[in-house]
């Protein structure tokens, strides 16, 4: 089997399109905190830290990508067998590397011939082109 994997702009239009979706969903959820007389600014800022740093680990781990790899038709899955998902530990550790390392992670990706980024290269994950034509 020849499998194809994502490129770096694909893997840049699916982070576009996640964060476009978390900065609408925070938004949601301004307008519903809002709607509540005593919610307090803990509060507030807990659910926010927590959409913002579970969103990827829990969408990678238990569907195989973000609202936006699905979107590009994208997966992420184990390097060792693509017919699985990464399990939360290693989504969570993926998403903390990309997100401490930023856009240095991105750029290792053109660099082999997986195209995995150095989130990708600690978690055991790729990141895969579905063929729905299937």
């Known amino acids: 089997m020849n499998q194809k994997y994502a490129n ?3 893997r840049v239009k699916a982070s576009v399109v996640d964060t476009i979706l ?5 938004y949601v959820f301004s307008g519903i905190l809002s709607s ?8 507030r800022i807990l659910l926010f830290v927590l959409l913002f740093f579970l969103y990827d680990p829990i969408f990678v ?3 195989g990508g973000t609202v936006g790899h699905t979107y590009l038709n994208l997966a992420v899955k184990k390097e060792e067998d693509i017919s699985q998902n990464i399990n ?5 550790l993926r998403f903390l590397i990309k997100f ?5 992670s991105l750029l290792t990706v053109p660099s082999n011939n997986r195209k ?4 990708d290269k600690a978690a055991g994950s790729v990141v895969i082109k579905l063929d729905l034509k299937k």
Do not use: P, R
Request: charge should be negative; hydrophobic fraction near 65%; glycine fraction near 4%.
């Open 8 to 10: 770096l702009i694909d």
């Open 22 to 26: 978390l900065i609408a969903l925070m």
């Open 36 to 43: 509540f007389d005593s919610v307090s600014n803990y509060v």
């Open 61 to 63: 781990s238990f569907f």
């Open 88 to 92: 939360f530990l290693n989504a969570l």
């Open 100 to 104: 401490f390392l930023g856009w240095l």
């Open 116 to 119: 995995k980024a150095m989130h």
